[in-house]
């Protein structure tokens, strides 16, 4: 099956810094890719939609300027959280849309501690 | 609004059957997901149904029902590894996953 690859999988950074996480589509194009966040026993909340050479597409009640997404290539897609702060503190995964109509691709995630 | 039910949480011995109930009100709908998902990992795609009726995979089954919003999912030979949060998804009018709350399965031996 696709795998997408996600970097890094885990990082601490202090409060006010900035940290970036790599989604990869290893094996496929993705030209969709979604990006969520999940705190401990929760489900996963869709934060923003990125399609390939465009912006992307935030949920209501997400910072566009906080949680920067970039998809620059087919296989590519950033999350930079800016300005960090302890309450960002959270699992983070992509996902990944390919030529399927039914299947989404999920990276393993990055757990991001902000200190 | 868009809303997903599902148990909170469910127990069941080793080698039994346990199913997993998500009943659904969204705008529009284009498939119903289950993904299962272990502590700490993200989760993995478990099965599709976009018509009614069950689809079978190995130990694993899932069912429809669009005029009732339902849906389940069978686990038969529970294994200790079955152990993890059962996601229920529907895909919207507008193609977005809305996402339950997630179903923990307790297994015992």
């Known amino acids: 099956g696709a795998v997408v690859s996600q970097h890094p999988s885990w990082v601490i950074c202090k409060s006010g810094t900035s940290v970036k996480i790599e989604c990869r589509s290893l094996d496929f194009q993705a030209t969709t890719m979604f990006w969520y966040r999940q705190f401990p026993k929760q489900s996963l909340m869709l934060m923003a939609t990125?399609?390939?050479?465009?912006?992307?597409?935030?949920e209501q009640g997400v910072e566009k300027d906080k949680f920067l997404i970039n998809h620059a290539s087919l296989t590519l897609s950033t999350l930079t959280v800016t300005s960090a702060h302890p309450e960002d503190s959270s699992f983070y995964i992509c996902?990944?849309?390919?030529?399927?109509?039914?299947?989404?691709?999920f990276g393993p995630g990055t757990r991001l501690t902000v200190t | 609004g868009q809303n997903i039910d599902q148990p909170t949480e469910m127990t069941a011995t080793e080698g039994a059957i346990v199913q997993i109930n998500c009943t659904y009100q969204t705008s529009g709908f284009n498939g119903l997901f289950w993904y299962q998902q272990h502590a700490g990992e993200a989760p993995t795609f478990l099965s599709y149904?976009?018509l009614d009726g069950l689809e079978e995979k190995g130990r694993f089954s899932s069912f429809l029902s669009r005029s009732k919003g339902y849906s389940y999912l069978l686990l038969k030979e529970l294994q200790m590894k079955d152990s993890a949060s059962y996601l229920c998804?529907?895909?919207?009018?507008?193609?977005?996953?809305?996402w339950g709350a997630g179903t923990k399965l307790i297994i015992k031996p």
């Open positions: 998804a529907v895909r919207d009018s507008n193609y977005q996953l809305i």
């Open positions: 990125s399609n390939e050479g465009s912006k992307a597409t935030y």
């Open positions: 996902s990944a849309k390919g030529t399927s109509d039914y299947e989404q691709y």
């Open positions: 149904n976009v």
